[in-house]
């Protein structure tokens, strides 16, 4: 069965620090991969997506995530965090009935 | 405007008294979902429909129902809600089952006492 790890519940950067988010999957087969951010109040926003090709994928936000099949891993980075940034971030994978990570909560530290 | 509508956004309401959370989308997608998120835990799918009439079980299915007699409506039923029903539930909806990236709505708080 298809699932998702983030080993990370809580990570906490400074503000102009690089972060790395780890996301680890389980899929019989070739997978559809997710990251989405959530603010406190809010609903889910997609950050971006991974179907075929290039293993490195930019998104919204100046957010990328590289896929490794090897690894089975899915990570999320960001060069430079802003406060802004704070917020709960789910990787998923896919692409029928889609399993989520358990998510893990970014602070941004001034 | 393409987009998943969820109402009620908030309720708070009493153990045992049958609740309906009604989701809507305007996009003629033929698959939705209703996951519920709860902290730790990510979001777990409770059901998911890939047509009118058709639906079926997700990961946590018990102590809910759905019905999908329309393509556009896709509603949650909790006939005896407990309060281990209390949660964020999320509607999600794509063209069939398998499209990606899946639209969400804006999510319904559920407080059961």
């Known amino acids: 069965a298809q699932s998702v790890t983030q080993p990370d519940i809580h990570i906490t950067v400074s503000e102009g620090a690089s972060l790395e988010l780890r996301c680890n999957y389980s899929?019989?087969?070739?997978?559809?991969l997710f990251w989405y951010v959530q603010s406190p109040g809010q609903g889910l926003q997609l950050l971006l997506k991974?179907?075929?090709?290039?293993?490195l994928v930019q998104g919204i936000k100046g957010f990328e995530a590289e896929f490794k099949r090897s690894q089975s891993s899915f990570n999320l980075r960001k060069p430079s965090v802003h406060w802004s940034d704070a917020a709960e971030y789910f990787c998923a994978v896919g692409p029928n009935d889609m399993r989520f990570g358990a998510g893990t909560r970014l602070t941004v530290k001034p | 405007e393409a987009q998943v509508t969820q109402n009620p956004r908030y309720l708070i309401t009493v153990t045992g008294k049958k609740l309906t959370v009604t989701c809507s989308q305007n996009m003629n997608h033929e698959y939705m979902s209703w996951y519920r998120q709860d902290p730790g835990l990510g979001l777990r799918q409770i059901y998911y429909?890939?047509?009118?009439?058709?639906?079926d079980k997700g990961d946590v299915p018990e102590g809910y129902k759905v019905s999908r007699k329309e393509k556009r409506n896709f509603p949650l039923i909790l006939e005896s809600p407990s309060p281990n029903q209390t949660s964020l539930y999320f509607c999600?909806?794509?063209?069939?089952?398998?499209?990606?990236?899946?639209?969400f709505g804006d999510g319904t708080r559920l407080s059961i006492l």
């Open positions: 429909s890939m047509n009118v009439e058709v639906t």
């Open positions: 991974y179907f075929s090709g290039d293993t």
């Open positions: 899929y019989g087969a070739t997978p559809y």
């Open positions: 999600a909806s794509s063209l069939y089952r398998g499209d990606q990236p899946q639209h």
